[in-house]
């Protein structure tokens, strides 16, 4: 059960990212939730006995699974980083980052070819753990993860207060809880097969509730974590369209007013097929800057302009991010290139 939810919730946030996909230059956390999902997918008890008959059923899924599972945690870690603290020396880092995940790849074929597991298990390490071998590759496996999610977790903490917008610090609060509960569960792993190596099986057992309720608790958190920026962004993204909508509407009435009489040098601001709401934006712009024309050629046309006008050239000139003025009503200065910020 604990691998279908796990499986759920990885697949859950793969469709929360896939709209935010065109957008995004770097594509780690994809790469991140497809390769972990495909990794506990692989893990369900139905699809594992299925797919490890047709590799000859001797838990070569299972060497698969891990594997995806250790690239997934890779690639997971370099975009949480990535965006937690964007230094210069991160591509560096990736190359040794990278290094060692070759390393673990390694070693994980190699102490799986020294497993004696001949049949197929859906408790690979419960029924095989008593091995050396099998410790071994479930220590390296998670123990490399343990590295990971500490690094991570440490620097979602140490950045998150220099966030600018709430849902970041909240999401990296998220994501921090998530990898501490994922060191909890690397440590209960390392546990339970140190118990398994020395015979304690009662012992194991015990500990594998707390190893169940760490997988719930970190994939949980995680996965909020790292779905809550593409969706505050996206409702983000439409109450902004909402909101330019409103105000191209209302700004019409004392644009038309002001710029009839100069209708001949009014700007046309061609439809594009780029991001509808830069479209909005721009033209907002635009209007706004024809509005301070024909009141700096004709500053009477200030007397026509009512409470409700001047309150929406205040909304829209809040909404653009920069400052337009008219005599009388803003401060004196014109909007420059560059300074609109989408």
């Known amino acids: 059960m604990i691998q279908v939810f ?9 469709l929360c990212l896939l709209p935010s996909m065109k957008r995004r230059s770097d594509h780690s956390i994809m790469v991140a939730a497809v390769t972990i999902a495909i990794a ?51 591509d560096r880092r990736n190359g040794g980052g990278l290094i060692l995940l070759g390393v673990v790849v390694v ?38 993860i343990g590295v990971v999610v500490t690094v991570t977790g440490y620097t979602c903490f140490k950045f998150r207060g220099e966030m600018a917008r709430p849902y970041f610090r909240l999401a990296l609060t998220f994501i921090g809880i998530g990898c501490f509960l994922a060191v909890v569960l690397v440590l209960a792993v390392l546990g339970m097969d140190l118990l398994h190596l020395v ?7 015990r500990l594998s509730y707390v190893y169940d309720a760490a997988v719930f608790g970190a994939m949980a958190f995680l996965c909020v974590g790292l779905a809550l920026p593409p969706v505050a962004r996206s409702l983000e993204r439409r109450s902004d369209s909402r909101t330019a909508a409103v105000l191209l509407e209302r700004l019409a009435e004392p644009w038309e007013r002001t710029t009839a009489a100069r209708s001949g040098v009014r700007l046309n601001v061609p439809a594009g097929a780029g991001d509808p709401r830069d479209a909005s934006k721009q033209r907002l712009h635009r209007m706004l800057v024809e509005i301070r024309d024909a009141l700096l050629v004709d500053p009477e046309l200030a007397k026509s302009l009512g409470e409700s006008d001047i309150q929406v050239l205040a909304e829209t000139e809040e909404y653009l991010g920069t400052r337009v003025s008219a005599p009388g009503h803003w401060g004196a200065r014109t909007p420059i290139k560059g300074e ?3």
């Open 6 to 14: 796990a499986a759920a919730v990885i697949w859950g946030l793969v």
């Open 40 to 90: 506990l997918t692989l893990n369900v008890d139905k699809i594992y006995l299925e797919g490890d008959r047709l590799l000859g059923g001797r838990n070569v899924l299972d060497l698969v699974a891990n594997t995806f599972m250790v690239v997934g945690i890779y690639f997971l870690s370099r975009a949480i980083l990535r965006a937690a603290d964007p230094d210069e020396t991160m």
């Open 107 to 144: 070693a994980l074929i190699l102490s799986f070819s020294l497993v004696d597991a001949p049949r197929t298990s859906t408790s690979f390490m419960k029924n095989f753990g008593s091995q050396w071998a099998a410790a071994a590759y479930s220590s390296i496996q998670f123990l490399y």
């Open 199 to 205: 015979g304690e099986i009662e012992s194991m057992m």
């Open 340 to 342: 609109l910020k989408s």
